[in-house]
Nanobody, 123 residues
Framework: QVQLVESGGGLVQAGGSLRLSCAAS????????MAWFRQAPGKEREFVAA????????YHQDSVKGRFTISRDNAKNTVYLQMNSLKPEDTAVYYC????????????????WGQGTQVTVSS
């Protein structure tokens, strides 16, 4: 069982930056693929980024490439999402997710989820 707790959300002006963190419980963090998803008001949850267990492979959704970066620190059982050049359309609840090693953009392939952290970008 893996428990995930996100932090770092908040209100920021367009063009600003935030860094989200997701702390994971358990001793198997380094064997899990980690991902970030987001859900904007009135929309379905969508993939943002994923990172392999070792951190050597990353995927980013096209709309965030060059602005967001996913990373992880296995010694701290934590995954991060650095978000730069934020836009109002990035406003959403951001969720951390984990699975046992499958690099995927598909929501249903993730077994563990955090409760989410709100990111609001004002224009």
């Amino acid at each position: 069982q893996v428990q995930l707790v996100e932090s770092g959300g908040g209100l920021v002006q367009a063009g600003g930056s935030l860094r989200l963190s997701c702390a994971a419980s358990g001793r198997t963090f380094s064997s899990h693929t980690m991902a970030w998803f987001r859900q904007a008001p009135g929309k379905e949850r969508e993939f943002v980024a994923a990172i392999s267990p070792s951190g050597g492979i990353t995927y980013h959704q096209d709309s965030v490439k060059g602005r967001f970066t996913i990373s992880r620190d296995n010694a701290k059982n934590t995954v991060y999402l650095q978000m730069n050049s934020l836009k109002p359309e990035d406003t959403a609840v951001y969720y951390c997710a984990a699975n046992r090693g499958i690099m995927s953009r598909r929501e249903y392939e993730y077994d563990y989820w955090g409760q989410g952290t709100q990111v609001t970008v004002s224009s």
